[in-house]
């Protein structure tokens, strides 16, 4: 429907100053490696990923596929209320998206193969089932391998920690090796006390003394490259020289230091930790960061959205939170030229039952595979679509059904990804997205 418009041995012990060249990269990579691999690049226009998961999996019934015909028992205690766009109606406590609808498009009739977090966390953010032996890689480990890593800074964050403690990291290199897991940020980004310093040089070490092991490093990396046969330690000087740059940039730390913001714009994307978090994910995206992934809401465990009981007290303040947060991005992603090269993508690991239980607790709703409901916005994608339709009840896909890994393939396609590449692992040959079809609607 459319609506509208191999690392040398010295590099094992050899410290700059509490900094390893072969180990400073919070990637699990040497720096060098970072920067060799982003030697080779592309003449097509480069799109970006900010990825906001809202784990646990959000309700699609109070927020996107409202249900104002059904008994209270499925509809729940939300309204319809009118968008910008004609025909398009959101929940009531997502006024400020309301404003904004043009800027994103929303899939209805999305579907997952399990109810199970942890499965579902994974296959929403690779496009493949989980497999505890040969796990296939995140979006953002295959944006870092197939496009080398194009940029001189982080190019792939996820801001909080989203590991199930039973089940393999989702978005993390699978196959394709710790090297391309993303940097990790599990602190707020709203407290007083929030600050990166990966990329300090130890305190007792200027930035004379730094420059001083440089040189000794290059005479080292001299001396080895006329013994080695490997072709690419050739350009190993070139690649540390960049490396040691990187360590002492200003651009690599300015990125973190929210202060350099306003409080006029702190406070538009909410003073809180998603809002900031939303805020921290556009300055990376600005500094060279190609794909950040944010934990759409923390309380009490990381399953946020979980909401088995008191699902409507819980949304009562999270829906706010998403609703100014989001809108925030996309307005500030626009004004300053952004969205058209910025794919934004707000989904769960799957949805809610459309029967409301009768939790002791509170009513709730329990977890949903087979219907749920994302959006996506902003570079690669037409906006001011709905894609696909459900059944009367919020339960089954009706028009249009659209499968994980069918959304996994449309964002390889905005990003230029190759789906049928292979890798070998373990002695298997892997596709990268062995499944799925670019939605045609959106591109």
Not at 35 to 64: C, P, R, W
Not at 120 to 129: A, E, Q, R
Not at 375 to 380: C, E, H, S
Request: glycine share 10%; proline share 5%; aromatic share 8%.
């Amino acid at each position: 429907m459319n609506i509208n418009t191999n690392t040398t041995s010295r590099r094992n012990f050899l410290k700059l100053g509490g900094l390893s060249i072969g180990a400073i990269s919070p990637l699990g990579l040497s720096l060098e490696k970072v920067l060799a691999n982003e030697s080779s690049k592309t003449n097509k226009k480069q799109i970006n990923v900010i990825f906001m998961f809202l784990q646990g999996g959000a309700s699609h019934l109070d927020m996107y596929d409202l249900k104002p015909n059904m008994p209270e028992n499925i509809r729940g205690k939300y309204t319809p209320a009118s968008t910008n766009l004609p025909g398009l109606q959101l929940g009531n406590l997502l006024p400020k998206l309301s404003t904004c609808a043009d800027k994103f498009s929303l899939i209805r009739s999305m579907h997952s193969y399990t109810n199970m977090h942890g499965e579902g966390d994974v296959h929403i953010m690779c496009g493949s089932k989980l497999d505890k032996v040969v796990q296939a890689p995140g979006i953002g480990a295959v944006l870092s391998r197939q496009q080398q890593l194009e940029s001189r800074f982080l190019p792939f964050v996820h801001i909080g920690n989203m590991k199930h403690p039973a089940y393999s990291a989702p978005g993390y290199g699978g196959f394709l090796g710790n090297t391309y897991n993303p940097y990790m940020i599990d602190q707020d980004a709203n407290s007083d006390n929030f600050a990166i310093r990966e990329f300090d040089p130890a305190p007792d070490v200027d930035l004379n003394r730094l420059a001083g092991r440089k040189q000794m490093l290059r005479s080292l990396d001299s001396f080895q490259a006329n013994r080695e046969t490997n072709i690419q330690s050739n350009s190993r000087d070139k690649f540390t020289e960049h490396a040691f740059n990187l360590v002492t940039s200003q651009k690599a730390k300015g990125a973190f230091d929210l202060s350099q913001e306003s409080n006029k714009v702190r406070e538009t994307y909410g003073r809180n930790r998603v809002g900031q978090g939303m805020l921290l994910a556009r300055r990376l995206i600005e500094a060279g960061v190609r794909f950040v992934t944010i934990q759409g809401y923390v309380d009490t465990g990381i399953y946020a959205w979980d909401h088995h009981w008191g699902i409507f007290p819980h949304l009562d303040k999270q829906l706010p939170i998403y609703d100014n947060s989001y809108s925030a991005l996309l307005n500030d992603l626009d004004n300053r030229g952004l969205l058209e090269t910025t794919l934004v993508i707000t989904a769960g690991e799957f949805g809610r039952t459309p029967l409301i239980n009768k939790d002791k607790q509170g009513p709730g709703r329990d977890h949903w595979g087979r219907c749920f409901s994302l959006t996506m916005g902003g570079g690669g994608v037409k906006t001011g679509q709905v894609i696909g339709a459900s059944d009367k009840y919020g339960a089954e896909p009706k028009d249009r059904p659209v499968s994980v890994p069918d959304f996994v393939a449309t964002v390889y396609h905005a990003l230029g990804l190759d789906p049928d590449a292979e890798f070998l692992a373990q002695g298997r040959k892997m596709k990268m997205l062995p499944e799925g079809i670019p939605i045609k609607e959106l591109l």
